[in-house]
């Protein structure tokens, strides 16, 4: 889950040296003996444009990062009870910890086994963002992963104030926890596509969107099989209620039929920025730099929520 427009700016607007350049390439499997240090300056200025306040690639990735530390803590904690490995967290910035978070008691095979893959999938996309950096990369953020569920299942109505919510507490619980999650990787990318300019690292960002996809709709057809649709319903309403003052988000359901693949009237997908990716996640409709499931706030450059009177932020 992250605002893909990490991806778009990634090598376009580059501030890391050469060699984390070709780290990055090497780390999404799009570089081969030819590529040299001529062809990525080639490719993309050494720098970002200080005239414009143009957004490095390093910080974008960072940022990136910062919601995949988020997603792999949340599905490995379903899985195994862990989180990642302490030589997967370390990096620039405060190292923070986890709270909250245990194995899930599933009675699914079939949902047991879809945690299992995303868990893997997340995991491995913390390993290619911390390649990708190289010695630029931030380490873990400290990450709430309990008062965070409770404050959020309290707006979306699925508890009262004051009780709680665990989302390891069942094959339910855990559905919902990963339903608040992925739909806004999905948008996240679709925001960062226009921006894209160079071929390669389109078709490397369409990758890794397609993963991203392919979980929010394994998630949104299980919970359409488990009978979730108020639940996630009110879920998609909570979100839309942070993310600005357009209505995009959307539940599983839709009148009387359902609604596994969320568009608009020409069936595409709608985006988010960075600012509203992070009103999601900090829990907020207003410009903050901390909340929610990261209570000290994200590590690196991109750090703030966007502002009601800033719709497009």
Do not use: C, W
């Not at 780290?23 to 499997?29: K, N, P």
């Not at 195994?80 to 008691?105: R, Y």
């Not at 488990?226 to 959307?250: F, K, N, W």
Request: charged content about 15%.
């Amino acid at each position: 889950m992250f605002d893909k427009r990490f991806i778009s700016n990634a090598i376009g607007r580059s501030a890391e040296n050469p060699l984390d350049r070709r780290r990055f390439l090497t780390a999404a499997g799009i570089a081969g003996a030819g590529v040299g240090v001529a062809t990525l300056a080639a490719a993309a200025p050494a720098h970002a444009d200080s005239s414009t306040g143009a957004i490095t690639d390093g910080a974008i990735l960072n940022f990136a990062l910062n919601l995949e530390y988020l997603e792999a803590e949340f599905y490995l904690h379903a899985v195994t009870g862990t989180g990642l490995a302490s030589n997967m967290t370390d990096g620039s910035g405060k190292l923070g910890g986890v709270v909250g978070g245990h194995a899930v008691p599933f009675k699914s095979l079939t949902i047991q086994r879809i945690a299992t893959e995303i868990a893997n999938d997340e995991k491995a996309h913390v390993a290619f963002l911390r390649s990708a950096l190289g010695s630029a990369k931030v380490a873990r953020p400290s990450i709430d992963l309990q008062s965070s569920f409770n404050a959020a299942a309290t707006a979306a109505g699925l508890i009262k104030a004051g009780q709680t919510f665990d989302p390891f507490a069942s094959d339910d619980n855990f559905l919902l926890g990963a339903f608040l999650f992925e739909d806004v990787g999905v948008t996240a990318y679709k925001g960062a596509a226009p921006l894209i300019t160079n071929k390669t690292y389109l078709g490397a960002a369409a990758g890794i969107l397609a993963v991203e996809a392919y979980h929010a709709g394994i998630i949104r057809d299980r919970i359409v099989a488990e009978d979730l649709y108020h639940q996630a319903d009110a879920i998609s309403s909570a979100r839309d209620s942070l993310d600005g003052p357009t209505d995009d988000d959307q539940g599983v359901a839709d009148g009387p039929t359902t609604n596994l693949v969320p568009t608009d009237a020409n069936s595409v997908a709608f985006g988010r920025t960075a600012p509203r990716v992070l009103n999601i996640v900090y829990l907020t409709p207003n410009a903050a730099t901390k909340g929610g499931f990261y209570p000290n706030g994200v590590n690196g450059t991109i750090n703030t929520s966007g502002s009601p009177s800033s719709p497009t932020a």
